[in-house]
């Protein structure tokens, strides 16, 4: 037989079940909505990206969930953003090896192919995007 102490153990226990269940759905539905409107801005800026020309000095670089974003020096229109790329008929994964802070990137108008030139070496590599 339940005693009045176990009973309201077992109340402390499922409150506290309740509470850890309801936080984790909310956790997961965050991430959800975030990664839904990250895929929508990078869509965004990828289908922008076709239909510009860009170029400057590379002050940044950064990998979120697969998608690269290269972020140059300019004050407007200074990001260019794209999920693969393909370097010498392979796919590369780490955009590390062939961009570095400082190197020199441009992209023609209806094109996706980069071009960058490395700051040290001066040496011209071509990357398909996609």
């Known amino acids: 037989m339940l005693t009045l102490d176990k009973l309201s153990e077992l109340k402390q226990y499922k409150k506290f079940i309740l509470i850890v269940t309801v936080f984790g759905a909310i956790i997961f539905a965050i991430i959800l909505i975030q ?15 076709i239909s ?32 693969n790329f393909t370097v010498e008929t392979r796919e590369e994964w780490d955009i590390h090896q062939f961009i570095s802070q400082g ?28």
Do not use: H
């Not at 969930?65 to 004050?75: A, E, P």
């Open 103 to 130: 190197d020199s990137v441009y992209k023609a108008k209806n094109s996706m192919e980069l071009i960058v030139i490395n700051r040290n070496t001066k040496i011209k590599t071509s990357l398909k995007i996609e």
């Open 35 to 49: 990664g839904s409107i990250e895929r929508k801005e990078f869509r965004s800026s990828y289908d922008e990206l």
């Open 52 to 83: 510009k020309e860009k170029s400057g000095i590379v002050k940044l670089i950064s990998t979120n969930r697969g998608g690269n974003t290269i972020i140059l020096d300019k004050l407007i229109d200074n990001r260019i953003c794209f999920l």
